[in-house]
C-alpha cells in the first residue's frame, strides 16, 4: 500500500512537470521563435539540474539565476511583455524544484523496493501497531526451549505457555476498528508493565481473535 502511494505520487509529479513544460513551450511559441528557444534551453537546464545536483545546491542555483536573470531582463532593456520575463525568470527554479521533488520520491520507493526483503521479515517478527513480536518469533522460542528440555533429561525443566484470548474482539475490530486498535495497544500496555523480566510476550493472531 505505502509502495502504490509513493510511486503514484512520483509518477504524478512528473506528469505534471511534463504537462507544464508543454504548457510553457506551447505559450513560448505563440510569441517567438526566440523565446521558444530560450525556453526549452531553461527548461531542459531545470530537469537537468533537478535530476542530478543536490538540493541545497538548487536552492543556490534558482536563486543565482534568478537574480541575474532579473538584472538582465527587469533591469536591461529587453522588448517583451513583463509576465513573459516573470515567466522565464520563474521556468528554471519551478521545473528544477519539480524535478527534485520527484527524484526524492521515487528515491524513497526505491529504498524501498531495494529493503523489501528486510522490511517483510521485519513485519514478519514485530507488529508495528502494538509493538510485539508476533507468533513466528513466538513459534521459534518454543520450539527452542522444546529442544532444549528434551535434550536436558537429567534436569526437571518445565516452560509455562499461557494464552490470553480477547472474547468477541472480531465483533469489536467490524462496528470500531479504531477502539479496537486502541484497546488492543492498552491490553499489550498493560501486560508489558505486569511481566516479570524473564517472560516473553508475543502476539499471536492465527487463531482468529488475537490471544496474546
Known amino acids: 500500500m505505502i509502495q502504490r502511494h509513493i510511486v503514484g505520487a512520483g509518477l504524478a509529479i512528473l506528469s505534471g512537470v511534463i ?9 513560448a511559441g505563440t510569441y517567438s521563435v526566440t523565446l521558444m528557444t530560450a525556453m526549452a534551453i531553461l527548461i531542459m537546464l531545470g530537469i537537468l539540474v533537478g535530476a542530478v545536483i543536490p ?43 519539480a524535478v527534485a521533488l520527484a527524484r526524492f520520491i521515487l528515491g524513497n520507493w526505491g529504498w524501498l523496493d531495494r529493503n523489501r526483503a528486510d522490511i517483510d521479515s521485519w513485519a514478519a517478527h514485530y507488529d508495528k501497531m502494538i ?27 518445565c516452560v509455562d505457555v499461557l494464552a490470553i ?37 508475543y502476539y499471536v493472531t492465527t487463531l482468529g481473535a488475537p490471544p496474546f
Open 165 to 201: 484470548h480477547w472474547a468477541h474482539s472480531s465483533q469489536l475490530r467490524q462496528f470500531n476498528e479504531d477502539d479496537y486498535l486502541a484497546n488492543l495497544r492498552q491490553i499489550a500496555k498493560v501486560l508489558k508493565d505486569e511481566r516479570f523480566p524473564s517472560e516473553q510476550l
Open 55 to 97: 538540493n541545497i545546491l538548487i536552492t543556490w542555483l534558482a536563486i543565482g539565476t534568478t537574480t541575474i536573470g532579473a538584472a538582465i531582463l527587469l533591469l536591461g532593456y529587453v522588448v517583451m511583455d513583463n509576465w513573459l520575463k516573470l515567466l522565464l525568470l520563474a521556468t528554471f527554479p519551478i521545473m528544477a524544484s
Open 131 to 157: 509493538k510485539l513480536q508476533t507468533e513466528y518469533n513466538a513459534s521459534k522460542y518454543y520450539q527452542k526451549v522444546a529442544r532444549f528440555i528434551t535434550k536436558e533429561v537429567t534436569a526437571d525443566l
Open 19 to 27: 504537462a507544464l513544460a508543454v504548457a510553457l513551450m506551447w505559450l
